[in-house]
């Protein structure tokens, strides 16, 4: 019987890295919670509010974790797809945003050194 | 386990010759079993069964593997007799075994008998012998192929082999059957007859030793026929099920040589001759056993050669006499008791013992809580506009759309178990991506619901979507409730809505933590909570985190997760107040995917276990939850440490866990600093160590930034050389029936060091005596998972016995009125502790 060295098998590995960001516009919004058909949801409502709207070079890797926008320190979570490369982020805690901040994009609970800076700062 | 090999001629083991261990009989025994199956005797001793007081059965028996030795009986048997057996030979008899007492089947197994398994399996053409398991010891077993019996045996061992005639042909369907008081099991999952391995392997033999009676045969084709020849003369030809066959023959000599060949069909060639030759006594090995722990009474023998007598020694004395695979001893053991163990062969003598010290705790492996087999299972797709998903069930038979098992269902109403899976591409079916797990409950008579969150799945993210998944899990709760209501449906009045139990996967795990949360009261009752890998959306948008409480919260964390990289269940974990248990498995080279079978990327982040193996780990932690709290039987223990599971990785696996019951002396969660406990009650600090309380978190403030849970906890480290004491009043508490729990980890700093970290717990008496008891003694501090760029604390459970400690130092148990910790690893590693807990046992 012969034997046989083996050869170590490449893994296929999900793609994580976050494209580019072309531009990030932030505008006024209001949000109201969405109407949940089997409880009320714990999300605030805010009568004001910023959306930044964030276009982006390719589409953001679908994952476990979830792009986030951070305007300094502080997290934007909540995210809508409208497109493959046009995403809009939410802010529950505006008040929380500071002026002058920079805006970077990163993953749900990612250190500063892996967010892709937008090259934008948050103006109220 | 620490266990070394040692030569015995330096050991001065005195043997006993009057030893001669009991046997055991398989167990239960159930009314109308026609024959019992005894084990543990040594080859060819004579075997009585004794039923009421009167012995009904001898035998000469032959060797106990692989099945045991079947005893016929003249009488079926009744419930409520008593049954025991024991052995003779050499001139000495055992003590009779443990008495078992005869049982209905009906009320262990009210549904009937638990299915048949074609064990191995598959169903090879010209097959000529079939394994069946998972059988009801006494019971009658027969295999059909396209409804014709081909083969029986009536009074079966648990695992039994059935010789069919004729040899099986090509598309035949073949199920095996049983039945026990004419009471007749669902037949087994069918098997179409395929053609076998062409070429056939070469049989190979395991190591044979000089006055060996039994030798094993492997790479054996189930059903095939292995010629056997004896240096160049033909043993015989013996049907085999496959896998291996353990032939008796009388004792080899050294340098003899075996021959065999294998074949299926007269016109497909035999395999090539495997061979094999028979070494020198001086080659035998030890044993291998299993773990050992205080208040053992038998040892497990996990590697043995086949055939071989085993005796064991306690502290130089011989204690039991028997063979493998479970050796009773005459004394019980106790922590740091040296134990030899040793096995020898007719004329071969041991030269080599297995030697071990007696842990204070070290579980056993027993039982596998995923292997309840009783119903075959049906399966079908739901769908109501957007709610959608599988669903798999005890059926009345294997396949789609099957109809509900009526005798099951005419027992009452079934648990329900709703998995929820996590983001993916929507390109792929994520839901049936745990069919296998949903087989496995339904087997067990749990339906297992998976529900569709595609609609959800790359569209957005936030704590937004984790709601809009929970609204769509409870939807598909809602959907079964009016199925379970609505006449002529599948489940009509079939799902008990007050035993619920949810798994979710990644955002599926963040999902089902908020259901309980949100549902209100629409007449469900969830009763467990299994989140796999979750994320915490709450925390990462800086709200408060989920508090699982009022239900059994369970999470499996990867410690390869490549996606959910900070482990966030435990989050969950730290926050969850049992109920009335909560309970972390992480799991070493796990990565998030491959738990899920449509999730095909390896997102690992070290090399992992094979996607099978994260299966299993699924398949057996979550059936143990699910069985234990939906089912009602004691599969929780496999939650809480007190017993592993076969068939997965344990040393890969740390358990950490908190109960209800349980007297809290240090949570470290009061916020009235290091210098005073959770009981009111001062703690000190001596000979240069350094205890404080910090956040076991990823924020400023933490000790370090290798913490990833959610509470508060101690980090205490050795500043000097020297005999540094953390002690911890708990006025006087009696801890006769109590053990005291911890929980404690290595502190990850940027590397991990090449060596572990060891410390002693200690109880201090009214009187002032202080035992100690070292943590190698209850399994060790587990090692951090190395994983690139991002090691963590992880903290793990370790129980300490104080009768351990107490026999040695004659401490008053009665009296203990404060508990010692100091580190004994010699430098200053620190440690990190939390949750110091006295628990009623």
Known sequence: MTSDPGARERRRKPHHALPRVVSVQQRPARFDPPKRRNFDSRLPALESTVEFLVETEAPIPVRAL??????????????????????????????????????????????????????????? | MDDTVVRTDELGLKPDRELLSPPWIAGPLYQCATAVTVWGFVPHASLEVEVDGAVVASVTAGFPEPVGQRVPLPAPLVAGQQVRARQHRGGLTSAWSAVLEVRDHTVDYPAGPPRPQINPAPVWTCGSRTGVGNLLGGANVWITADGAEVGRVNGCSQQQGV???????????????TDLCRDEAPPSVQYTVAPGPNPLPAPVFDAMFDGQEQIRISQIANGARVTVARGGSALGTFRCWGGALLLGVSPVSTGESFSATQELCASDPSSPPGTGSVQPCAALP???????????????????VPGAMIRVWRNFAQVGTGTAPIVFLTHALVAGDTVHVTQSLTSCPASVARQLTVACVDPPVSGDPSALDLFPVGFTEYAAGPVRGSVYYPAVDDGKDMAFNQRLAALGRVPLVVLAHGNHSPADPSYRGYDYFQTALAKMGIVAVSVDCNALNGSGAGVGNIEARADLIIDSIRHFQALDATPGSLFEG????????????????????????????????????????????RYWAGQSTIAPKGYVFATILPAADGDVRDNNGAQFFDQSVPGPFTSQIYVHSANHNFFNRQWLAN??????????THERILEVYGCALFRGTLLGDGSADYLLGTVKPAGVPTPAIDLAYRIEKAETVDNHDDNNTIAVNSLGRPTTTSGGLFADEFPFDQVSGAFNHSFFGLTVGMVLFAREKGAGDFRSETGSVDLRHQEVWLRVAEVVDTTIAGTGVSFDLGLEDAAGRIGWIGSAAVGGVPRPFARPGQSKTMLSTLRFNPHCIGRRAELDLREIVAIHLRPTTGDARPFAFDDLQLVPV
């Open chain 2, 603 to 612: 997102d690992g982040v070290t090399p992992v276990f094979a996607r099978g």
């Open chain 1, 66 to 124: 979830a792009p986030v926008i951070y305007v300094g320190e502080t997290p934007v979570t909540e995210v809508v797809v409208d497109d493959d490369t046009h995403y809009r982020f939410l802010a529950l805690r505006p008040d929380d945003l500071r002026e002058g901040d920079p805006v970077t994009l990163g993953w749900s609970g990612a250190p500063a050194e892996e967010r892709v800076d937008t090259g934008t700062r948050y103006q109220r």
């Open chain 2, 286 to 304: 030890a044993p291998a056993v299993g773990p050992v722990q205080a208040g053992d009474t038998s040892i497990t023998i996990t590697a043995a």
């Open chain 2, 494 to 537: 079939r799902l008990d809505f007050g035993r619920v139990g949810l798994m979710g996967h990644s955002r599926g795990g963040d999902a089902v933590v908020t259901v309980p949360e949100v549902m209100g009261s629409i007449g469900v009752t969830i009763r467990s909570v299994l989140a796999l890998a979750p994320t915490n959306f």
């Open chain 2, 163 to 177: 010789n069919v005639t004729p040899f099986y042909s090509l598309g035949q369907q073949v199920r095996a059957h």
